[in-house]
C-alpha cells in the first residue's frame, strides 16, 4: 500500500518541523515536501503532486488563502487548513479558505509541550483528508461577482422554518445556498454546520459578510418570531432544536460523534412545523441528517438533498436519499431558488 504523500505548507520553521516530524511519524504517511510561502506551495504542487496539503492562512509573498484558491482552481488536491482559531482575520481567511474548497481545518498547536492529543487529530485528519476526491473549485464563483441579485418575493402565508444541515465543504455550500434564496424571503433559516469549536466562534459574522444576511448565532430560549428574515447556526458544541416557538440549546449526548447534530435539529423541526417545515442536507461525510430528513418527510414538509455532482463529500446526502427522506435531489445552485418558489405561494 503506497504511503500518503503530504505537502506542509508553514511559515514558521518551528511549526513546520513539529508538523513534518508528526507526519513522517506514521508509517502510512511520508512527507512530499515543505514549503514556506503560498507561491512555493503552488509550484510544489504542481511539482510533486501530492496526497494532501497541510496550509497555513498566514504566510509571506502569497497568503494561504490565495495559494488554497489557485491549488483548487488548477491543479484541485485535498487541503486541510492548520491555523490558528483565537485571531478573527485568521478565522475569516480559514472560512474562506473552506469556501474555496480546502475540506477541512484544525488549530495550529500553540508552540508549547508536545500535545498528543493534537499530533493524533492531526495524523487522523491528514488520512482523512487525502481520502476525499476534490474537484476543480474556482474561488470567483463564490465571490462578489457570483452574487446574483434576484428580485424580492412575497413573504409565505403561514408560519414556516427551513432547516438546513452540512459537514465537510459546508462552508461555502451553506454560502451558496443563501445567496440563492430570495432577499424578501422572511421565514427562519436555522443551520446546523459540523465545526469543530475552535473555528465555530465567528461562523455567523463570516456568513453575514458573504452573503449580505442577518446571521446570529442561535440563543437558548430566542424567539423564533425576532428570526423572521434571519439565520442563526447552532453555537459549536451545542444542539440546536425548536420547541414552542423558540430555540433552544442543547449539551445531551452527540448523535453520529457531532454535536451539533443535523438530525436532533430536523427531528425537532419536523415535530414541530410538520407540513410548514423545509428540511436541506448538504454537503457532508457520514449519515448525520438523513434520519432527521426523513422524519421531516413524514411529517408532510419539504426535503431536498444536495446531488453528487454538486458535493464535496455525498455522503450524509446519499445516506438520506437511499432511505428515501429527500422529495428532491437538487445541485447546490438550485436549492435556493426552489425555497424561494416553495414559501412564496400562499396557502402552502
Same mark, same amino acid.
Given at each position: ?18 508538523? =513534518? ?18 507561491? &512555493? ?6 511539482? =510533486? &503532486? ?77 488520512? !482523512? ?97 425576532? !428570526? ?52 436541506? !442536507? ?47 435531489? !437538487? ?18
Amino acid at each position: 500500500m503506497k504511503p500518503i504523500r503530504a505537502l506542509v505548507v508553514e511559515d514558521s520553521p518551528t511549526v513546520r518541523r513539529r508538523i =513534518c516530524a508528526v507526519l513522517a511519524a506514521d508509517p502510512e504517511i511520508e512527507i512530499a515536501g515543505e514549503a514556506a510561502d503560498g507561491a &512555493r506551495a503552488i509550484a510544489l504542487c504542481r511539482e =510533486c &503532486r501530492p496526497d494532501v496539503v497541510t496550509m497555513d492562512m498566514m504566510l509571506p509573498t502569497m497568503s494561504g488563502l490565495a495559494a488554497t484558491e489557485y491549488i483548487m482552481a488548477h491543479c484541485p488536491t485535498p487541503i486541510l487548513v492548520v491555523s490558528s482559531s483565537d485571531h478573527r482575520g485568521e478565522l475569516f481567511k480559514t472560512y474562506d479558505a473552506l469556501a474555496a474548497g480546502a475540506v477541512d481545518a484544525i488549530d495550529k498547536p500553540n508552540g508549547g509541550p508536545l500535545d498528543a492529543g493534537w499530533e493524533a487529530r492531526l495524523v487522523e485528519r491528514v488520512k !482523512l483528508v487525502s481520502r476525499i476526491r476534490v474537484i476543480t473549485h474556482p474561488r470567483g464563483r463564490l465571490g462578489a461577482l457570483g452574487r446574483a441579485e434576484a428580485a424580492p418575493r412575497t413573504a409565505p402565508a403561514t408560519p414556516a422554518l427551513v432547516a438546513v444541515g452540512a459537514s465537510t465543504g459546508g462552508p461555502g455550500a451553506v454560502v451558496e445556498l443563501l445567496r440563492g434564496i430570495p432577499p424578501g424571503f422572511a421565514a427562519p433559516i436555522l443551520i446546523v454546520l459540523h465545526l469543530g469549536e475552535a473555528f465555530g466562534a465567528a461562523i455567523a459574522d463570516w456568513l453575514a459578510d458573504q452573503t449580505g444576511r442577518r446571521v446570529v448565532a442561535a440563543a437558548d430560549g430566542g424567539s423564533l418570531a425576532a !428570526l423572521r428574515g434571519c439565520v442563526a447556526v447552532a453555537p459549536a458544541g451545542w444542539h440546536l432544536i425548536v420547541r414552542r416557538g423558540r430555540t433552544w440549546l442543547s449539551g445531551e449526548a452527540e448523535r453520529h460523534s457531532c454535536r451539533p447534530s443535523v438530525d436532533v435539529l430536523f427531528e425537532t423541526v419536523a415535530r414541530e412545523f410538520g407540513p410548514a417545515a423545509a428540511a436541506v !442536507l448538504l454537503t457532508g461525510m457520514g449519515r448525520d441528517g438523513a434520519a432527521g430528513l426523513l422524519a421531516v418527510r413524514r411529517a408532510g414538509g419539504m426535503t431536498i438533498a444536495q446531488d453528487e455532482a454538486s458535493c464535496v463529500v455525498y455522503g450524509m446526502p446519499r445516506a438520506a436519499v437511499e432511505l428515501d427522506a429527500a422529495r428532491a435531489v !437538487l445541485p447546490l445552485a438550485e436549492i435556493g431558488p426552489a425555497l424561494g418558489r416553495r414559501f412564496a405561494e400562499p396557502g402552502r
